[in-house]
């Protein structure tokens, strides 16, 4: 009998070819001929394209063509109006594109799209979000499909009836993905058969879209993306990098690399919408919720609707009788938002848990206490059972190793010098997503397997997991395994977000070895030449409505020093527990849960966009100046987990943990500033100007 | 592609007569702010002329007692050089505190002087900019500028100097050595940029052609208590949104000499010649120090994002004036 290896910290897959530089990307591929295009990003923030002289371009030494609306071809309407690249001349925001310039290679194509004349007839231009915006709307449903208006009870009475109350607003600016390696595709003609390869989060999106845009059958169509350097959600749909490349490979007959540049991805990709929010919480003496209103106000763009669900946190996460969550909108000329991890949960919960973290001190409560105080019995929102609820256990070991205990309470009790101290806690949850996907599992005759899907890799370690679970299943040594994901070749799998990747690919894939390792059991004889195989489809199974409410949670704790001297924030400690079922890899899922707490470090300190109200655009364009958190910013963080058994997720009993560790992150950093100084601020980042202005307010 | 010519210069002749036949060419130090500026095409140059095979990459120590750092010197060495920390640490801090420890190793001395603002307007090419093209209007004063200037900007410009060197230079009474077809001649760090006026292109006092060479870090400074501090957005690798060089002589309970400059709050490093003529002189008390920088603080006007520097720098001046004032303590 083999050890089992699922839970192990199994190394990375691909380790070596990533760290030595041999793993190639979208942009990367050797191809011969292979030309370049660079697309022209427009200069107003609304009106028309009037006209495009492209005869400076044309004139370059190495341009090949130049696309604009006026010759580009034309597609079939996409689901997505973001694709719908080059077919009219309305600009809807600045920097969407109007032209693409083919050369052959990346310096004459970038010479030939500083060389196109692009004229305009601009429009005024309104970018600035406020929630009292006359545009503002509420949506049929939020990002998710979620319904934009949940209430129960009489909120608003419950609140002015209630003993203690907290009303209150904060903001969440525009955020950006900004992920490692910058979306690209490289596409080429091969006879009647197109191959894509494309920095994505799944690929057979990609091909469907692909196919209906330019009328071919998928069956004509692979899209590869063997190797993706991050995403968090930029990359889950097609951008239009992959529309462009096919559309030029199709017009020139040659192989095209379109690799965005940094500078593009802020108005191109999506980002994550600026987020306004009400927030009221009404409780009885005892801490007792009675009321909670939570109130969204967004933006999206003229291009389609993308509704950030940030109201949905509350649905989920306190025993409460009366609730009233709402998410409104308002058109922007703005670039189309869209999915960064957590979308939804990650700004939801930063003002869900700050304004629990107020209502604790109205009420003079410990913060940990007050949120199991209003531990509910079942979902609030649906009043479904849970299938399991894990936060009390993560708050209790999370304050447990954070020595929560030894916490004096009142603001402002620890100083080191001009540095004030102090240590917050918010909670965390992200929902469980599955997705139904296929996955085939080949026997081999020289005692290998080979398990095949098309899952995608993005950093995660999907290939690693994937050969655990797969090695168990089968009985079998991990080296034993090969796994092949990243192509529309392989059996059709879903994309890798929601935190689903796992839970979706793993299923078939335990069902094949399940089923593969029964087959060889009844096989009489060694395997044939051609081997053995077995091919699963949870379709109907994965996606079979649950009775359950499937949640994972978490809790995080977090230290910090407020410099009084120049207002910046330093976090010296952060710790997170998260109760997500049965965790797959130890190490790929630490990565995952520290990754997640560093980006939402970042969300709490250093991150954030500025719409230019001036120009319609985001004025942080590169990494110089959209401030991730740099090593230096990014202390001993600590990542843990309370096992959790299970029954009704997924064969693998997995929740999902790719997105959970940016959840309260930031408020627990909030909360810690407002223990340190007294002060509470409510927008964030917590950047220098504010703090110290809020400092100086405070008359501290 | 945009075609340039490139040279290797061989020696300063070389490179002068190479400029001089190439209108519109750049000289080429460490490429670190350049080369971006090329990709964006904020800068065009004709020819690029690659200096740093020159000799100009040591730090020399002349009979006087001064430094001589030449031009080449890269920025990693200068902050790691013993003499640099031992004698001018406020020059030692401020060069650590810029940019990451990549392009330290990279970014020459003369080139940290040379950088080019990070004005976003600036780098957009897209948008007006009177730096990068003159006449053209200022995009920051209506757009974004909570980074911007508080003192000395004109209506043309609001930008500020970026370097972290520049400032501490500037409080040590350092001189910059320029190489030209007149000859050679030395101006003063604190003048070598100039504030925006009417034309805000032009960055600094160098002329056409002339190529910097070197620093001399003076004798008079040499072993001062000196100290460099700095605000910024994240730990490392990011612009100042204020900082202050301070030399602080006491001697006999009196402020003997004062150097104090600012950082990222006008269009070059903001010698504080108030504050440090209300200092000299006077007992350094905190009632002294606060008097003599909000007298120089004064004259700050702030835009209607960027009120947060006037405090801030107050504060990062009144701290690391207070610690050089008591020495022994940590600093």
């Given amino acids: 009998m083999t050890a089992r290896v699922v839970g192990a910290p199994a190394e990375r897959r691909e380790g070596r070819e990533k760290v030595t530089g041999t793993a190639r990307y979208a942009a990367e591929l050797p191809s011969l001929g292979r030309l370049f295009a660079r697309p022209v990003p427009a200069a107003v923030a609304r009106g028309r394209v009037t006209g495009v002289d492209v005869s400076d371009a044309l004139a370059l030494p190495g341009v090949v063509t130049v696309l ?52 305009y007839a601009a429009e005024p231009h309104d970018v600035t979000l406020s929630a009292t915006h006359p545009d503002a709307y509420v949506p049929e449903e939020a990002n998710g499909g979620y319904p934009a208006v949940r209430e129960h009870g009489d909120p608003e009475d419950a609140f002015a009836d209630a003993a203690v109350r907290v ?28 191959t894509v390869h494309t920095s994505s989060q799944g690929t057979t999106v990609v091909r469907a879209v692909l196919a209906g845009m330019f009328g071919l059958e998928e069956e004509q169509i692979s899209v590869v993306a063997e190797h993706v350097g991050g995403g968090f959600g930029s990359k889950g749909t097609p951008r239009p990098d992959v529309v462009l490349a096919v559309m030029a490979t199709r017009h020139t007959g040659r192989p095209v690399t379109v690799a965005l540049p940094r500078r593009f991805l802020p108005a191109v990709v999506g980002h994550r919408a600026p987020t306004l929010h009400r927030l009221r919480l009404g409780a009885d003496t005892d801490g007792r919720l009675t009321s909670l209103a939570h109130e969204v106000t967004t933006h999206t763009s003229r291009v389609k609707e993308f509704v950030e669900q940030a109201a949905t946190p509350a649905r989920v996460m306190y025993a409460v009788p009366h609730s009233r969550t709402v998410h409104r909108v308002v058109p922007l000329d703005v670039p189309t938002p869209s999915w960064m991890r957590a979308p939804g949960e990650a700004p939801g919960m930063y003002a869900l848990e700050s304004a629990v973290d107020e209502l604790a001190e109205e009420l003079g409560m410990d913060p940990v206490e007050l949120r199991i105080r209003n531990e509910p019995e079942t979902e609030p929102d649906t009043g479904r059972p849970f299938s399991s609820r894990g936060l009390v256990a993560c708050l209790r070991e999370g304050a447990r190793r954070f020595g929560w205990a030894e916490r004096d309470p009142r603001p402002r009790s ?35 397997f080979l398990v095949e899907t098309n899952a995608t890799d993005i950093g995660t370690g999907a290939r690693t997991v994937l050969a655990q679970i797969a090695a168990d299943a089968l009985a079998v040594p991990l080296e034993r395994i090969r796994i092949r994901v990243g192509s529309t070749d392989l059996p059709s799998a879903p994309l890798a977000g929601g935190s689903s990747g796992t839970a979706s690919w793993g299923w078939p894939v335990h069902e094949a070895c399940t089923r593969l390792a029964d087959r060889l059991t009844d096989f009489p004889g060694p395997v044939p030449e051609q081997g053995l195989v077995v091919h699963a489809d949870t379709s109907g199974t994965a996606d079979a409505d649950s009775p359950y409410a499937r949640h994972a949670f978490g809790a995080h704790f977090a230290e910090v020093a407020v410099d009084t001297v120049t207002g910046e924030v330093r976090v010296r400690r952060m710790l997170g527990v998260y109760a997500a079922g049965r965790i797959l890899n130890s190490r790929t899922a630490r990565s995952q849960f520290v990754g997640g707490m560093t980006m939402g470090l970042g969300m709490a300190l250093t991150e954030g966009s500025t719409m230019d109200a001036a120009f319609g655009d985001f004025t942080e364009s590169d990494l110089a100046s959209y401030h991730v958190p740099a090593h230096a910013d990014v202390p001993d963080i600590e990542a843990h987990w309370v096992e959790e058994d299970d029954p009704h997720l997924n064969p ?26 007294g002060v509470r601020l409510r927008e964030l980042p917590l950047t220098p100007d504010r703090v110290l202005a809020g400092l100086l307010e405070a008359g501290r | 592609m945009k075609s340039f010519a490139y040279v290797r210069a061989g020696s300063l002749a070389e490179a002068a007569d190479a400029y001089a036949s190439h209108p519109g060419a750049r000289y080429l130090g460490g490429g670190t702010n350049l080369v971006d500026l090329m990709k964006l095409g904020v800068e065009q140059p004709t020819a690029l002329i690659d200096v740093t095979r020159l000799p100009l990459d040591e730090v020399t120590e002349l009979p006087d007692g001064s430094l001589r750092v030449g031009a080449l010197v890269r920025n ?32 020459t001395t003369g080139g940290n002087l040379l950088q080019r603002t990070r004005c976003p307007y ?108 700095k605000a910024r957005d994240r730990a490392s690798y990011a612009f100042a949104l204020a900082s202050v060089a301070v030399v602080l002589e006491v001697a006999d309970g009196v402020v003997r000499h004062a150097g104090i400059a600012f950082g990222a709050l006008a269009h070059r490093p903001w010698r504080a010649r108030l504050a440090e003529e209300a200092l000299v002189g006077a007992a350094p008390t905190a009632a002294a120090f606060e008097r003599a920088v909000d007298l120089e603080l004064s004259a700050a006007r702030p835009l209607r994002d960027n009120a947060y520097k006037v405090p801030l720098a107050r504060n990062l001046a009144l701290d690391v004036l207070t610690r050089l004032a008591r020495p022994g303590e940590d600093s």
């Fill in chain 1, 167 to 194: 009303d209150v607003g904060y903001r969440v600016p525009p955020l950006h993905n900004h992920p490692m390696e910058p979306h690209a595709s490289t596409a080429h003609w091969d006879g009647e058969r197109l």
């Fill in chain 2, 76 to 107: 990693s060495d200068l902050a790691a050089h013993p003499r640099v920390r031992d004698r001018y640490p406020a020059l030692s801090q401020a060069l650590l505190a810029g940019a990451s420890g990549q392009l330290r190793n990279a970014a």
């Fill in chain 2, 122 to 229: 600036f780098q957009d090419v897209s948008k007006p900019c009177n730096k990068r093209e003159p006449g053209s209007g200022c995009g920051a004063r209506e757009g974004v500028h909570r980074d911007h200037a508080v003192l000395g900007y004109s209506e043309r410009c609001i930008a500020t100097h970026p370097s972290d060197m520049a400032v501490a230079l500037a409080a040590l009474d350092a001189q910059v050595e320029l190489y030209g077809l007149a000859g050679v001649r030395r101006v003063h760090a604190a003048d070598f940029h100039r504030l925006p006026g009417e034309h805000p292109e032009r960055d600094t006092v160098v002329e056409p052609g002339e190529l910097v060479t070197g620093v001399l870090l003076p004798s008079a400074t040499a072993g001062l208590p000196s100290a460099y501090r």
């Fill in chain 1, 652 to 677: 693998l009993g997995g929740k999902g943990i790719g997105e959970i560790g940016i959840v309260g992150t930031a408020a627990a950093v909030g909360n810690a500033v407002h223990h340190a100084t």
């Fill in chain 1, 68 to 119: 604009t609306h006026e010759n580009a071809p034309r597609l079939a309407e996409p689901d997505d109006p973001t694709l719908a690249v080059l077919q009219g001349p309305e600009v809807p925001h600045r920097g969407w594109f109007v032209a693409l310039v083919v050369a052959d290679s990346l310096e004459a194509a970038r010479a030939g799209a500083a060389a196109v004349h692009v004229s």
């Fill in chain 1, 414 to 448: 620890r100083a080191e010098g001009p540095l004030l101290l102090g240590t917050g806690v918010a909670a965390a949850t992200y929902p469980v997503l599955v997705w139904p996907s296929t996955a085939a599992a080949h026997a081999l005759p020289d005692g290998t």
